[in-house]
């Protein structure tokens, strides 16, 4: 079930329902952790409605799109934001508590306290850490050694070259000497095989894939922006100019590398020219996408929604005229589409019920 569908069933057909004259509490805890944040912050747009007093409390990393996106929806007045120096208070709770059955004296575990406090940077899970190293030591000699060997809090995973934290998408080019990854609330990264090493300052990503002449990704940031970039040549990117009602969540590019499709939690397809990055085609249906790709031919596209599979041959797709499939793999801009002005859309209410199938004499299928 996707996001969209469950918010609705639980807050908007229910709880928002409900006249209360006691607040609603909803908490979202590490929301830079989403695979879609624009999506998310999106639901908000409802809590108006809400016949009851609704309170929000959202925690995150301090992100560009997030910031961005709530300032879409809401107003400043009505949204208060804490920076990480407002929960000191809650971090030293939190410190007290683990060392309540330390060794030593009073006077002993308030400087180490206060040392753990001063290296946090807001970070209740290095606190964790760092006391858990803490308490194996047995004087203040050593606790002051460890703590010096640990990077800060925000800085413990990029100091000691580790990720605490889950890939969303990877995938290899066509001969496997570089490596795409995704991670959460991160930047995407381009590692080669041969002499690893990660490159950074880009928007985080969400879903990634290879052209398929090898050279070149297509991708989805957080936000919702499509791209296109060559990490070998890094002046070279686009990106799709963004629509605030259109946040899509898959991407993937057709065999002859000509066209890629772009799909979103509301069951919406959009197929585009990747040479011009333009709208070609619009399919719009109500029922989640798993899953889609291309066929071989590029001449049709796949869908699953459900327990069922649907095959979709639109004109747009059908009007193009076939190319040479080695050549346009190596070239990615080695044939042209025609644009039209006006893009062909299709709303599409219920799956079509086939009622009979009939084998043709020398293979393949047709439905009458």
Request: glycine residues 6%; hydrophobic residues 40%.
């Amino acid at each position: 079930m996707s996001p969209q569908m469950i918010w609705n069933r639980i807050f908007n057909d229910v709880l928002f329902k409900i006249e209360a004259p006691k607040p609603l509490y909803i908490i979202i805890d590490a929301l830079d952790e989403a695979d879609s944040i624009s999506t998310i912050v999106g639901f908000f747009q409802n809590i108006e409605r809400s016949r009851m007093p609704v309170r929000l409390l959202v925690t995150s990393r301090k992100l560009p799109d997030i910031t961005t996106a709530f300032d879409r929806i809401a107003p400043a007045s009505l949204l208060t934001r804490l920076s990480l120096s407002d929960n000191l208070d809650d971090i030293r709770l939190c410190a007290e508590s683990e060392m309540e059955y330390m060794h030593g004296s009073l006077k002993f575990r308030q400087e180490v306290l206060e040392a753990i406090i001063s290296r946090a940077e807001g970070n209740f899970l290095w606190v964790t850490l760092a006391i858990k190293e803490v308490l194996q030591c047995h004087s203040l000699e050593d606790i002051s050694q460890v703590l010096e060997e640990m990077p800060s809090g925000m800085e413990s995973g990029a100091e000691t070259n580790a990720y605490v934290n889950t890939p969303t998408t990877m995938a290899f080019n066509t001969d496997a000497t570089l490596m795409a990854i995704g991670y959460r609330g991160s930047a995407l990264e381009v590692w080669d095989m041969v002499d690893v090493g990660p490159n950074a300052g880009w928007t985080g990503v969400i879903r990634a894939v290879w052209h398929p002449s090898g050279e070149i990704l297509l991708g989805i940031y957080t936000d919702g922006t499509v791209f296109k970039w060559n990490p070998v040549e890094e002046s070279d990117h686009q990106e799709l100019e963004a629509d605030i009602y259109y946040c899509p969540s898959e991407i993937q590019c057709s065999p002859d590398g000509v066209l890629f499709l772009l799909s979103d939690q509301d069951g919406s397809v959009r197929l585009y020219s990747y040479e011009h990055f333009s709208l070609l085609y619009k399919l719009s249906a109500e029922d989640v996408i798993t899953d889609l790709c291309f066929g071989m031919d590029s001449r049709r596209f796949y869908d699953l929604r459900g327990s069922y599979c649907n095959i979709w041959e639109p004109s747009a797709l059908v009007r193009l005229p076939y190319s040479d499939y080695g050549s346009s793999k190596s070239d990615p801009e080695s044939m042209s589409v025609v644009i039209s002005n006006h893009p062909s859309e299709e709303f599409v209410d219920a799956p079509v019920q086939i009622t009979a199938l009939a084998a043709r004499p020398l293979g393949g299928l047709f439905c009458p």
